[in-house]
């Protein structure tokens, strides 16, 4: 099984900078792309940043400019976040298109558990 571990939430103040992670582990024969996702309370699930193997990117308008993804390695991105305001606060969770060592034609979504980022004074 895939499973995708995240790191770097946690409470900032506005104007403030957070790195997020993103490690995954398992069953992995490749990774096509990885994105980051978030979801406000009362909101819908919504695309932050994506990135493909590679290498091209595309974000939410609202984070252009402050926001920065990457991959790190094959099975590792980051989200480098910067000049936070409270509206950015959210549960963040990372994703993956992945295929498998026991299925390799065969491509599946994963999801992070998903990490609270608030951002507040």
């Known amino acids: 099984q895939v499973q995708l571990v995240e790191s770097g939430g946690g409470l900032v103040q506005p104007g403030g900078s957070l790195r997020l992670s993103c490690a995954a582990s398992?069953?992995?024969?490749?990774?096509?792309?990885m994105g980051w996702y978030r979801q406000a309370p009362g909101k819908d699930r919504e695309l932050v940043a994506h990135i493909t193997s590679g290498g091209s990117t595309n974000y939410a308008d609202s984070v252009k400019g402050r926001f920065t993804i990457s991959r790190d390695n094959a099975k590792n991105m980051s989200l480098q976040m910067n000049s936070l305001p409270p509206e950015d606060t959210a549960v963040y969770y990372c994703n993956c298109n992945a295929r498998r060592f026991s299925s390799w034609s065969t491509l599946i979504t994963y999801w992070g558990q998903g990490t609270q980022v608030t951002v507040s004074s």
């Open positions: 398992g069953n992995i024969f490749s990774i096509s792309a």
